[in-house]
């Protein structure tokens, strides 16, 4: 059992101008990704097409965010739906079966249901009778604030296989009037099975992180709340933006650190996927190059907690990762939340 490592953050770790509240955590029991799957909606909605419903054009949304389309879900698709999808697909690499799982954990703002959980529903379909199951929304940082927990699930011992989805339906809470959010989002569904090993590789360090003074940066109204609705999507986008680009710094920053790595040892960084700029600045501001950020943004723009994953499914597909390669995972939005964790690459365990 390898030694634990607790690596203080110190203030001079504090750069620019905001601050991480969030400590870095070495994690001791290692959780190993085994399986990962994506789903995306057939529909496609380029850029051209959104000229039409709103005053906008390819030439803004691709300088402004090099979006150039996202996907729509059907009408009778909803987040569990699209989850269940990824789930499988998960299951499959995994080699594992729905009734081993012992707990299911949806990142999403976009449930169909205010309760029971997305989780419930997407254990139910997949028949993962042995599994727990509940919801984190922590909105865009969803899926690493979801991983993260599930790591202390294995940390302490409790579980062996957990799977952890991300799916947003934020078609539904876009206003499609309104050309400052509706080019921007895009819907989709990502997942992983991971696995408890006493040794490394796997999750080695994680910092979760949130401003709930700047709530009101990016917020979408619920039917509980004061407001009667319309329940749409409102943004500072300029804001958030600048926020984005200094935490994903920050956070990248501390989780390799607290993981007991240089930025050097970094193979791989996947950040959220809402905008190029705010990658390629981020990518500056770490001095990461460019080549070790992965970025998908352009063909399904910002998918909230489902970004994360299917970037990263994306990027085993394309043989982006090898043994002991480490990487980073890093998120950032409503909360205002950020969230990363380090990764060290590797098969699957030989046995729990
Ligand atoms: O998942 C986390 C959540 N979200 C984000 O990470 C988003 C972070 N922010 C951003 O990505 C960028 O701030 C945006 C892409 C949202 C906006 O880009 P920007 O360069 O910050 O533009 P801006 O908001 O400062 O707007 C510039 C201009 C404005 O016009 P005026 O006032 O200068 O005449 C906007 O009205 O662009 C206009 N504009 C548009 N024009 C054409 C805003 N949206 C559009 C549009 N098409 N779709």
Redesign the pocket.
């Known amino acids: 059992m390898p030694q634990r490592r607790l690596i203080p953050i110190t203030c001079s770790d504090i750069l620019f101008e905001y601050k991480l509240s969030g400590k870095g955590i070495y994690l001791a029991r290692y959780a190993r990704i085994i399986g990962w799957g994506k789903y995306l909606p057939q529909k496609v909605l380029t850029n051209q097409e ?1 000229e039409r419903l ?4 390819d030439a ?2 691709m300088s ?2 090099g979006i150039r389309e996202r996907r729509i879900a059907a009408d009778d698709e909803t987040a569990s739906s699209m989850a269940v999808h990824a789930a499988r697909a998960a299951l499959k690499v995994a080699g594992l079966e729905p009734h081993c799982l012992d707990l299911v954990i949806a990142a999403t703002c976009t449930p169909e249901l205010i309760f029971p959980a997305c989780a419930a529903l997407i254990q139910n379909s997949l028949g993962a009778k042995n599994a727990a199951a509940f919801d984190i929304n922590a ?2 940082s969803g899926f690493i604030y979801a991983l993260a927990t599930a790591c202390q699930f294995i940390a302490a011992g409790a579980y062996n296989n957990i799977l952890v989805v991300g799916s947003e339906v934020y078609s539904r809470i876009l206003n499609w009037k309104n ?6 989002f895009g819907d989709g569904a990502g997942a992983v099975v991971i696995q408890a090993s006493d040794a490394p590789p796997g999750s080695l360090s994680f910092v979760l992180g949130n401003d709930g003074s700047r709530a009101n940066s ?1 917020y979408t109204p619920g039917p509980c709340g004061l407001n009667k609705g319309p329940y749409y999507i409102t ?1 500072n ?2 804001e ?2 600048k926020f ?1 680009v200094n935490v994903i710094c920050l956070a990248t920053k501390q989780a390799v650190k607290a993981a007991g790595l240089e930025l050097s040892d970094i193979e791989l960084l996947i950040p ?1 996927q ?2 190029t ?2 990658l390629k600045s981020a990518a500056k501001a770490i001095g990461l190059p460019l080549e070790k950020v992965f970025i998908n943004v352009d063909r399904y723009g ?1 998918t ?1 907690a489902a ?1 994360i994953p299917i970037a990263l499914c994306e990027a085993i597909e394309e043989g982006r990762l090898k043994e002991h390669d480490h990487l980073v995972l890093v998120g ?3 909360g205002l939340s950020w969230a990363a964790m380090v990764i060290e690459w590797g098969p699957r365990p030989k046995k729990l």
């Open positions: 959104l709103v005053n906008t054009s803004w949304i402004r965010t909105a865009c050309r400052n959010t509706c080019v921007l990016i943004m986008g300029p958030v933006f984005a959220h809402a905008n700029r705010i910002n909230s970004s950032f939005g409503g």
